[in-house]
């Protein structure tokens, strides 16, 4: 079942974003994070934040997408910000 | 798949809905089954990707509408200024191609909070957000969420429609778009002026909501992890 954990543990897949960059740059919310500073964008993405740096196992990013894709182009290691992991259901062996 | 009854959890679902956390607890189902939805979503940059826009483009919508319900509510979070939520919400439906669609959506939920006939054909975009913003003003605000996320879903439900919508790469994000119109009924329900506390009847459907099954672990899911985040915050 689908369930979220803090992440405290040593394996750490990358990052990967669920839109493809040119997608996101072209959202209203990029351009509203891209003029906060680091610190602001890495506190929203703390694990006790309203909406907090949310991935699944394999690294996908649930929420946050725009700010890490920000913080990622400031050269910040955004793979070793605390991540809240999200277990979601399989769903692979539906069919119509 | 998790047993409600026994580890308690139908028994919490139960006392927030009858409690003044009611709407928090709806408003986070609503979020959550957005989320939910993310999970299911193509990988970026894939034909499947592109195929789906259409029902990632209203999901997205949805998703904002949601955090904004969710922070009207429960005021933990300030969320979006209401110009700026306009504007991700028409940035979102340009960025993903629906915005023609969020339009008509925004016409069909001024009409339903207002009850004053709106054309979208014949209103400029121009006119329907500034209405928009009047709505969010108003004392009307969370029905008019509520009512725009319906009208939203509506279209999705347009989508499901179409031929091509039953590809299997989509069959769960439809499941979740059939979760999101539940959800929103139930806030609809809950906004009534004399609406009634939560039945048991109100409670089974939340957490057995699909014939086929399918998507009631998907809706199980979202139920939990919005009751973890409502009493979190209690």
Redesign the interface.
Known sequence: ????TSDDRGERPALT????EQ?IR????YA?WEHRSTDDIVASLRPDA??PL?V?PNGTV??GNTRILVLRQRGLDVDSLPRVI?E??S?ED??? | ??DLVTTGTFDRVEQCLRSDRRLSLLAELLYELS??M????PD??TEEYRAAAELICYNELLQSLA?SLR?SVSG??PGYPDA?LL??L???AE??GCDRQFDRALARAITKVDGTSLDAASTSALGIHERMLAELASLNRLLFITELAAAITAEAQEHERRPDA???AF??LI?YTTLQRLAIDFLRTALEPQSAPASRSFIDLTIDVSPEQ?GN??M???L??AL?TVEAHR
């Open positions: 079942m689908a369930d979220v974003l669920l839109h493809d997608t072209r959202r209203v919310s509203y309203a909406s949310t699944k649930m929420q999200y979601s259901y769903t539906w069919s119509d | 798949m998790t989320l939910g993310r999970a299911v979503y970026a940059g955090a922070a933990r979070d700026a504007a991700v028409t940035g979102d960025v993903w039953s590809r299997r069959v769960a499941e399918r672990a998907l199980r899911a979202a939990e992890r973890r």
